[in-house]
T-cell receptor
């Protein structure tokens, strides 16, 4: 069974530029999560999807972050414009009907 | 809301020695508890989880954890560590189902020869 795929693995941009991350969850997993992991901290939820609907985006900085999961499968997370404090690893996870979340390898974003 | 406290940011230990990584949680409702491991430049891998039943949970790579409701703790243990166990370990909770996880700040386990 293929795991959660993410791309790109690394991205370096200048502040005020835009960036997008892509996630393909495990086949058949209805629930998809995006977490932000700042260096030295644990991951924090940005947004959770159930199929193509948003379940929780209470911690998503909506003035600059957006995410979509149009067909209920893969998802894109966008930052526009990026700030220095957005430097972090962005982790995508998915789960089926159960309780275990499976994580992708993450995208490491550096904002200069 | 839930919160997780991992009391040690770093734990150095010699190879083949036992280790305990501490985790305490706070929640007004019953929670499910998880330990994940993160190797450098990789995502998180599930080590073990407690949902219900026996309070002693066994996971992969020889790790185990014990749920203590009265002390609101879920400490991770291994009787004999290997160099390959060097990684970051995260304790996490959620309130079940497909809810998002709340993570602690992590403990870096450094196994020395």
């Amino acid at each position: 069974e293929a795991g959660v795929a993410q791309s790109p693995r690394y991205k370096i941009i200048e502040k005020r530029q835009s960036v997008a991350f892509w996630c393909n969850p495990i086949s058949g997993h209805a629930t998809l999560y995006w977490y932000q992991q700042i260096l030295g901290q644990g991951p924090k939820l940005l947004i959770q999807f159930q199929n193509n609907g948003v379940v929780d985006d209470s911690q998503l900085p909506k003035d600059r972050f957006s995410a979509e999961r149009l067909k209920g499968v893969d998802s894109t997370l966008k930052i526009q414009p990026a700030k220095l404090e957005d430097s972090a690893v962005y982790l995508c996870a998915s789960s089926s009907l159960g309780d275990t979340q499976y994580f992708g390898p993450g995208t490491r974003l550096t904002v200069l | 809301a839930q919160s997780v406290t991992q009391l040690d940011s770093q734990v150095p230990v010699f190879e083949e020695a036992p280790v305990e990584l501490r985790c305490n949680y706070s929640s007004s409702v019953s929670v499910y508890l998880f330990w994940y491991v993160q190797y450098p430049n990789q995502g998180l891998q599930l080590l073990l989880k407690y949902l219900s039943g026996s309070t002693l949970v066994k996971g992969i790579n020889g790790f185990e954890a014990e749920f203590n409701k009265s002390q609101t703790s879920f400490h991770l243990r291994k009787p004999s560590v290997h160099i390959s166990d060097t990684a970051e370990y995260f304790c996490a909770v959620n309130v079940g189902g497909r809810r998002a996880l709340t993570f602690g700040s992590g403990t870096r386990l450094q196994v020395q020869p």
